[in-house]
């Protein structure tokens, strides 16, 4: 009992994690001793080769898998991370995300030489301070490594297996986003203001989840996925506690996807942040969260699953109509995108629901956490491009979110209207786009599991929110501007090439979806 | 040669067309393109029809698309996707012709290419032969057709679009978890699969075939459209140019029943029989509601696309009395009616570009300044009230032998349409030409295009676009076994399907 047993951590399996958080670590450095001048630049490039190495080990990783029972990968860390196919499926998506956010991070075109960041966040809005940081054109290059450090985060919390690391993971992936969402240089208050409303429902919902751990803990008597599988298959006379330590973690991870109850804090932030940080947090921050939650739902929970699956179908339902109901109401694009990435967690909640014992799925049939890899991946590079769009719109006033200011756009400049109506569309999952292969593909799982009641909700929710994304279609392109017509600013070749990339994935994915469906469905399921 | 991907390129062909109308820049030239690439599928598909079809011998192509799906790029071209492709490929490029000016107006590119696309959208429904790859164009229609209705028209069109693309969204989505149910029924009888035929060999059980009926039905019945979800027809009709309504209602909704056919009672015979009474009794709602509203419309695009759901409830009617008259009848009813609704909207449509206004009440005598005009309403007003010798008739009369047979009171409430179909035939002509002759009405508060004081009676492109139109009418009229040869080896299976499934004789004959 005594002896110190050293752990043997798999350098190997864990290389991606190691690449970012040394390139995070390293990018610090810079901040402190690089020159102010030379610093946007070296950090950009030490950003994306960073990203991209750890892209290049993460297929490296993914290519060597070994088996695992009936699924590949590996449990490494000390039994703390769990590296199987879902996991460097998800550390790609994530990585490929974020090489597109850097590249938005990046763009200086669009504010006239300077970032979409604030020269001097310390500076109070209004004040001397913040003028002469704006006459001097400074910039807060320290948005790269924290950066860095949330992708960290992230590729922890899809690969955590167990709950110490999740909670870990999670904080992580959050306090670094707290910060870069107050860290808008244009409506500063606005910002701030969401910061702090992220932050602080933050901290209230990982309370909650910390508190569902230790019961939880209690309950198995370990915070490792496989024993609290054990334990929930073993008969134990716990079940309240079980019960109540299940629903308390949710809470945390429902919190993050933005899930009904739990969204209050979603549009406030997806407006008030800088529109680049909401691109690549709306991305990957729901990829990253759902790949965690279905690891713990479906490795440490999925004998309890009788208890969860109906309420995780309540909450797909709000979601849904919710997200859905709001979306219409709101007056503003980026509000309006922030509601309907509610109603699109509710879908891929929908898709959650399909989990089934590995004897009742059919050979050739696609599985529920195929299904929800893809959704995530057609989601996250269609919404990246929409916000990234919307942050070309511009007025005298700096970027313009106001609907009614996006009138006669289509005349205005037909080619940015054109993409944006093609993303709408893709995220109304219209045939022959990306969103509705999707769509399909969770709605089948939701629907072979047996929970139909909620696939038919789920459709017709769909039909709701057609008619939201129409507006916008309608505005740009058949309304008359009222006033001066709104103005598209010609970003530089970063932003173009980022909407390039995430238009063209939307794209092909709508068109040729076979290829990434079986990569999906060949990574296989979670290892226990 | 037989490997050779004739289907395949007959999509592809407006596709590219639409694409190249989109991309030339000179206005004249788009317009030239447009109608060159429709000319060229028109001449693609006669092509594939005189010489590598028969009817014994359907053309098929088949590639696997997303196995994980289970689906593919499978099209198929027996008798019944025949005379429907050729219906569609004659009608685009008259269509094209018919708006050469109008597109002027708006963006003749944005209007020429979603045309082709619509074109090419319809093409790909009727010969898909794979269920996932019919909705996923089934859908996908609904874009161009969208953009069609609220890029150009009246001054409600963007609010008529939308109450359009709503509707059928509606409908397909419901359709959507049939489709969805079909794959996981799929998947547990094994290897999933959404090619008609291995659809057709799965065993499902009542439940489960009512269930994907409906879900298909419903779709089908919006699309028609069929009473009581028919609402979105008239508002479209009445902001949409009168060409766009050509091809919405005359080749667009004939995917509603084809799809009757195709997937309702090929798939789901024994549901269809299961549900035969409450359709026909839809089917006859819409018949005879249908030519009430349009004798009392006012706006003459309005009357004429409400007659279309008097027709559409006939070609629905055929369909689910399911018995050979009823079935051919309702197979050519689609083509007849494409021919002959296309001809009135487009006669419609050169009248209120010369009267200034679509409302009937405000035209009188116009027989005297474009008798030519008169004439072609006329005979186009005649077909759609089946004058006998005018190609409606046949496919009419076929229709209502079927339902006699099915059971006489159905047959006798099909027969009173014939005489509201006259009655908003013959008095919207007299109302309209006949009477002293016209005052020109200057402007209405619709913001119709304004009246040309001198237009002559029709102009040369007017001509060339009725006459094929007219000459089909009067040539399929007298002559229809062509189009009945060509549809009966489908309409024989379904009557065999269904009767051998379903006890149907019994149903109807209660």
Redesign the interface.
């Known amino acids: 009992m005594n002896t110190f047993s050293e752990p043997t951590l798999d350098y190997v399996e864990l290389l991606p994690l190691l690449i970012v958080f040394g390139v995070g670590l390293l990018g610090v450095l810079v901040e402190a001793f690089g020159r102010r001048g030379a610093r946007h630049r070296v950090q950009v490039g030490l950003t994306l080769l960073g990203l991209l190495a750890a892209l290049g080990a993460t297929v490296w990783v993914g290519l060597d898998l070994p088996e695992h029972g009936s699924a590949r990968g590996t449990i490494a860390g000390a039994g703390s991370v769990a590296v199987d196919g879902p996991a460097v499926f998800v550390w790609a998506t994530v990585l490929v995300l974020a090489v597109l956010g850097a590249l938005l991070f990046a763009e200086r075109e669009l504010e006239g030489g300077v970032s979409a960041f604030a020269g001097q966040a310390a500076a109070l809005p209004g004040t001397e301070a913040e003028r002469r940081a704006a006459s001097q054109g400074l910039d807060h290059t320290e948005v790269y490594p924290l950066m860095m450090f949330s992708v960290l985060g992230m590729m922890l919390f899809t690969a955590a297996n167990d709950l110490v690391t999740l909670f870990v993971a999670l904080e992580i992936m959050s306090l670094p986003l707290y910060l870069l969402c107050g860290l808008a240089r244009r409506r500063r208050l606005l910002s701030q203001e969401a910061a702090m409303k992220y932050f602080l429902l933050g901290a209230f919902s990982s309370a909650f989840m910390l508190y569902g751990s230790a019961l939880l803990y209690g309950y198995a008597g370990s915070v490792d996925y496989a024993r609290i599988h054990e334990a929930v298959a073993g008969d134990s006379q716990n079940d309240t506690m079980l019960a109540i330590g299940v629903g308390l973690v949710l809470v945390g991870l429902l919190f993050k996807v933005g899930a009904v109850p739990f969204h209050a804090w979603t549009p406030d932030v997806y407006q008030g942040a800088p529109t680049p940080v909401t691109a690549f947090m709306s991305a990957a921050t729901k990829v990253a969260a759902f790949a965690a939650l279905l690891r713990l739902l479906y490795v440490a929970l999925e004998g309890h699953a009788w208890v969860w699956q109906p309420v995780l179908g309540g909450v797909a339902v709000l979601s849904m109509v919710i997200g859905t109901l709001m979306a219409i109401t709101q007056s503003d694009v980026k509000r309006m995108l922030a509601y309907s990435a509610i109603a699109h967690t509710g879908f891929l909640l929908t898709g959650v629901l399909g989990l089934k014992t590995a004897g009742a799925v059919?050979?050739?049939?696609?599985t529920s956490t195929?299904a929800v890899l893809f959704y995530l991946l057609t989601y996250g590079f269609t919404t990246l491009a929409a916000f990234a769009v919307a942050s070309l719109v511009r007025d005298g006033g700096g970027e313009t979110g106001a609907l009614d200011r996006w009138a006669g756009l289509g005349q205005a400049s037909p080619l940015v209207a054109g993409l944006f109506s093609f993303l709408l569309?893709a995220l109304a999952g219209?045939?022959?786009t990306s969103g509705?292969?999707g769509k399909?593909?969770v709605?089948?799982v939701a629907?072979?599991a047996g929970a139909w009641p909620v696939?038919?909700i789920a459709?017709?929710t769909?039909?709701m929110a057609?008619?939201l994304y129409?507006r916008v279609i309608?505005s740009m392109?058949?309304t008359a501007p009222q006033g001066p017509a709104p103005s598209v600013t010609v970003p530089s070749l970063l932003t173009s090439a980022a909407i390039a990339v995430a238009f063209a994935v939307s794209l092909v994915l709508g068109l040729?979806?076979?290829p990434v469906?079986?990569l999906a469905?060949n990574v296989g399921q979670f290892v226990r | 040669m037989n490997d050779f991907p004739w289907l395949t390129v007959l999509v592809v062909l407006p596709i590219l067309g639409a694409l190249a109308s989109a991309l030339v820049a000179d206005r004249d030239l788009t317009k030239k393109v447009g109608l060159g690439f429709s000319l060229l599928t028109a001449a693609w598909a006669v092509l594939v029809a005189t010489t590598q079809w028969s009817p014994s011998e359907h053309l098929t192509e088949t590639h696997?698309?997303?196995?994980?799906?289970?689906t593919h790029w499978a099209l198929g071209l027996d008798g019944l996707s025949l005379v429907l492709v050729l219906m569609t490929v004659v009608l685009v490029p008259l269509v094209l012709v018919a708006s050469w000016r109008d597109a002027d107006a708006g963006r003749p590119r944005a209007f020429f290419a979603w045309a082709l696309l619509l074109q090419a959208a319809s093409l790909l429904v009727f010969t898909a032969t794979d269920v996932f790859l019919f909705?996923?164009?089934?859908?996908?229609s609904?874009?161009p057709a969208y953009f069609l209705i609220?890029?150009f028209g009246g001054a409600g069109r963007?609010r008529a679009a939308?109450k359009f693309?709503?509707f059928q969204?509606?409908g397909g989505?419901?359709m959507?978890?049939s489709v969805?149910?079909l794959?996981?029924l799929s998947?547990?009888a094994?290897?999933?699969s959404y090619l008609i035929g291995d659809l057709a060999a799965l065993e499902l059980s009542p439940t489960a075939q009512r269930w994907l009926f409906v879900g298909f039905f419903f779709a089908f019945a919006v699309k028609a459209p069929l009473f009581p979800v028919h609402t979105w027809l008239a508002d479209a009709t009445e902001q949409a140019t009168p060409p766009v309504s050509v091809l919405l209602v005359c080749v667009l909704d004939k995917i509603g029943t084809y799809g009757m056919i195709r997937f309702c009672l090929g798939l789901f015979p024994d549901a269809s029989a299961w549900a035969t009474p409450v359709v026909v009794t839809m089917a006859l709602v819409s018949i005879i509601y249908g030519a009430f509203l349009a004798i009392g419309q006012d706006n003459l695009l309005r009357l004429v696309g409400l007659t279309s759901l008097s027709h559409f409830g006939f070609i629905v009617l055929g369909i689910f009395v399911a018995n050979d008259a009823g079935l051919q009848g309702a197979a050519i009813y689609m083509v007849n009616h494409g021919i002959a609704t296309a001809a009135l909207f487009l006669v419609a449509g050169f009248l209120v570009k010369r009267t200034g206004t679509a409302r009937i009440s405000q035209m009188r005598g116009w027989e005297k300044r474009a008798p030519l005009l008169a004439g072609g309403f006329l005979v186009a007003g005649l077909a759609a009230c089946s004058l006998p010798g005018l190609a409606p008739f046949v496919s009419e009369i076929l229709v209502i032998i079927g339902a006699f047979e099915h059971h006489w009171l159905v047959g006798t409430v099909a027969v009173l349409a014939i005489v509201l179909a006259a009655v908003y035939a013959l008095w919207t002509y007299q109302r309209i030409f006949t009477g002293p002759g016209p005052e020109l009405v200057l402007d209405d508060a619709t913001e119709q295009p304004a009246v040309e004081e001198h237009r002559p009676d029709v102009g040369a492109k007017e001509v060339g676009v009725l006459v094929p139109l007219l000459v089909a009418l009067v040539l399929f009229g007298f002559w229809p076994q062509p189009l009945l040869d060509a549809v009966q080896p489908v309409t024989d299976q379904m009557v065999q399907l269904v009767g051998r499934t379903g006890p149907l004789a019994e149903g109807g004959a209660q």
């Open positions: 059919s050979p050739d049939e696609i195929q569309l219209i045939p022959l509705f292969m399909w593909a709605f089948e629907a072979s696939v038919v459709v017709l769909s039909v057609v008619w129409l309608v392109w058949f040729l979806p076979g469906l079986d469905g | 696997a698309w997303i196995p994980a799906f289970g909705y996923i164009v089934f859908e996908f609904l874009v609220s890029g963007s939308t693309l709503l969204l509606a989505l419901v959507l978890a969805v149910g794959y996981a998947a547990q094994g290897e999933p």
